[in-house]
Every structure is written in structure tokens, then in C-alpha cells.
Nanobody
Framework: QVQLVESGGGSVQAGGSLRLSCVAS????????MGWFRQAPGKEREAVAV???????YYTDSVKGRFTISQDNAENTLYLQMNSLKPEDTAVYFC??????????????WGQGTQVTVFS
């Protein structure tokens, strides 16, 4: 089992920055991938950025050049640095991980989510 705890959400003006953190505990050696997902009201959950030991790093097109995913293996922590935030980035952001895949329907472990609100 793996537990994921996110932090770092909040409210920020458009153009601002936030950094999300996700601390993993438990059987983290079993993980092949970790990533950040988000879900806005009335929309499906989508992958924002994923680190996969086989595939590399994935970013959804809308955040490329603005968001950066990184990982501190010594601290078992996943980060998402979000710059130049836009109102359309407003969503609940989830940390997720898995031994096989990290997709909205396939990731095995999920954090509780943290709200990010970007106002204009």
C-alpha cells in the first residue's frame, strides 16, 4: 500500500505561481509512475503531468512551458511548480501513483486532492 498526501494549493491571481507537494509513504519502491491530475467542476479528471520510469515525463499541452513536475526520491516527494497560472487552471489537483500506469482511470493510489483557484 502507498499513501499520498498533497499540500500547497490555494488561491492566486492570474499570472501568479503555486507549488504543490505530494509526500508518498508505504511501499513506494513498487511505484512505476507518479503524477498530478486535476478535475474542474463539470469536467472529467485529466492528467496534468506524469513521471513514468519507462516513458519519461508527460505534460498535457495546456500546461507545457508553465508547469514543471519534479521528484525528490530521497524525500519521497513529488512536486508541481505552476507558473503563469490562468483562471482555466482552477481545479482540484490530485497526486496519483501506480505500479503499472498513471492515467485518470488506471492510477492505483490517489491523494485527497488540493484546491487551486486562479482569479483574474
Amino acid at each position: 500500500q502507498v499513501q499520498l498526501v498533497e499540500s500547497g494549493g490555494g488561491s492566486v491571481q492570474a499570472g501568479g505561481s503555486l507549488r504543490l507537494s505530494c509526500v508518498a509513504s508505504g511501499n513506494t519502491n513498487s511505484l512505476k509512475c507518479m503524477g498530478w491530475f486535476r478535475q474542474a467542476p463539470g469536467k472529467e479528471r485529466e492528467a496534468v503531468a506524469v513521471i513514468d520510469s519507462d516513458v519519461g515525463i508527460y505534460y498535457t499541452d495546456s500546461v507545457k512551458g508553465r508547469f514543471t513536475i519534479s521528484q525528490d526520491n530521497a524525500e519521497n516527494t513529488l512536486y508541481l511548480q505552476m507558473n503563469s497560472l490562468k483562471p482555466e487552471d482552477t481545479a482540484v489537483y490530485f497526486c496519483a501513483a501506480g505500479p503499472l500506469v498513471c492515467t485518470p482511470s488506471g492510477a492505483h493510489y490517489w491523494g485527497q486532492g488540493t484546491q487551486v483557484t486562479v482569479f483574474s
